[in-house]
């Protein structure tokens, strides 16, 4: 077999730099390569762009474009297909899931229960019933096939202990799932009372054969069988996602509760100043960015919220070491998290990582914070804050106008 022999000093002079005894290395001397294959110029896959308004170059993956004709051709995205709607006509049974849903609104916590009873309901062809009177659309959303409110208002848990009672003498309910929280724990031992059932409490994971908690100080671990009874911690399970459930309401006839030892209870609102940062609802916090803590402050009353500040703040002596949040201060579980000139360390995104809303002020479109943030303005938090509290006082101020208003009406309606 007779093959072409190569002829290396030939390919040298083919590529030697004119007027020079040195050989040529560019890419552009071979482009075809010394076998026919194309040769890749990665130089030419990536175009730089500044970032606007400053000198810095964009090095992220958008800015990768096509080498002349070697890079494959882009796809085109798929279309993202709508949620599937589940529907469950006939259930074999249900699984009863009792969220606390404060506000009429469900939590973290909540969405959890209601993904570890669509697990146990999904095993053998049972239904999820949701007792909440939470918005429809929200419970479909995290799995609820069926919805029934049960016909106790305010804070009475021996009434809402005695409906639940009578929910379970009275529909196929072959589990019944409750929160591990203040509210929900208080309910589930109440519940057992009542009815007898054994309660397995603080359960840490739950699959549809077998349900698992910590014992003896976290030293042995407690399985079996999941119960009727039982109470979930939080983050022991995963939320529904995906598929879309019916919420179906549900007609039941309950009995009349009987007058229970509480006569009459009033939620008094403590004073968002004073709540711990673990307690807090809603924390605006300053960073770095912020010089006028005067206005900063006023802003916080003016939102009816608990202040809090980034470590850099708290280490300059401008606000207490107990205000500071992150992972070296407190980690926080609030519903909403307004951060005004904070970056966003990892130890202060360690702190917020359980906030369920974050509304970020920075005026570094890069900042983590602003990744992180549900709603990110880009702009200078300390412009940001009087505009802010002006806009708070008008509608204060409205507020008021309409109120005094509506008193003269009545005012005059009583004298006609």
């Keep these: 077999m007779s093959r072409v022999r190569r002829d290396p000093r030939g390919e040298r002079s083919r590529h030697q730099v004119e007027g020079a005894v040195r050989p040529r290395f560019d890419l552009a001397a071979a482009p075809s390569g010394l076998h026919g294959r194309a040769r890749r110029d990665p130089r030419t896959e990536f175009r730089l762009a500044q970032v606007p308004g400053t000198a810095r170059l964009r090095l992220d993956r958008t800015q990768r474009v096509a080498a002349l004709d070697l890079a494959p051709a882009p796809r085109a995205p798929e279309p993202q297909a709508g949620a599937r709607l589940v529907a469950i006509p006939e259930p074999a049974f249900l699984v009863a899931a009792v969220p606390d849903a404060p506000g009429g609104r469900l939590t973290p916590h909540d969405r959890q229960l209601l993904g570890a009873a669509r697990l146990l309901a999904d095993a053998g062809g049972g239904a999820v019933l949701a007792l909440a009177g939470a918005p429809a659309d929200e419970l479909a959303s995290a799995g609820a096939d069926r919805v029934l409110a049960l016909p106790v208002t305010g804070y009475d848990p021996e009434a809402r202990a005695m409906a639940l009672q009578a929910v379970l003498a009275g529909l ?13 724990g208080d309910l589930a031992r109440r ?8 309660l397995f409490a603080g359960a840490e994971s739950l699959t549809a054969r077998a349900v698992t908690r910590p014992t003896a100080g976290r030293r042995t671990e407690q399985r079996m069988a999941p119960p009727r009874l039982l109470t979930l911690a939080a983050d022991a399970a995963a939320p529904h996602a995906g598929s879309l459930h019916e919420a179906l309401e549900v007609a039941f006839a309950f009995p009349p509760l009987p007058p229970g030892a509480i006569l009459s209870a009033d939620d ?4 968002p100043s004073r709540v711990p940062l673990a307690e807090a609802d809603f924390v605006v916090s300053a960073g770095n960015g912020i010089t006028d803590f005067a206005s900063f402050h006023d802003l916080v009353e003016a939102l009816h919220a608990t202040p809090g500040a980034s470590r850099v703040v708290c280490d300059a002596g401008l606000m207490p070491r107990a205000a500071q949040v992150g992972a070296s201060g407190t980690v926080l579980e609030a519903r909403c998290y307004f951060a005004l000139g904070i970056a966003g360390a990892p130890q202060h995104l360690q702190g917020v990582a359980r906030c369920e809303h974050v509304v970020a002020v920075n005026t570094d479109l890069h900042a983590a914070m ?10 200078d938090a300390q412009k940001l804050m009087p505009a802010l509290l002006s806009l708070l006082a008008e509608k204060a101020a409205d507020a008021e106008t309409h109120d005094a208003g509506a008193g003269e009406s009545d005012m005059e309606a009583v004298d006609a």
């Design 172 to 184: 196929d309910v072959r589990h019944v799932l409750l929160p591990e929280s203040p509210e929900g």
């Design 268 to 271: 008094v609102p403590a004073d």
């Design 191 to 198: 519940l057992a009372a009542l009815t007898g059932e054994p």
């Design 370 to 379: 602003i990744e992180r943030a549900g709603l990110a303005i880009v702009a």
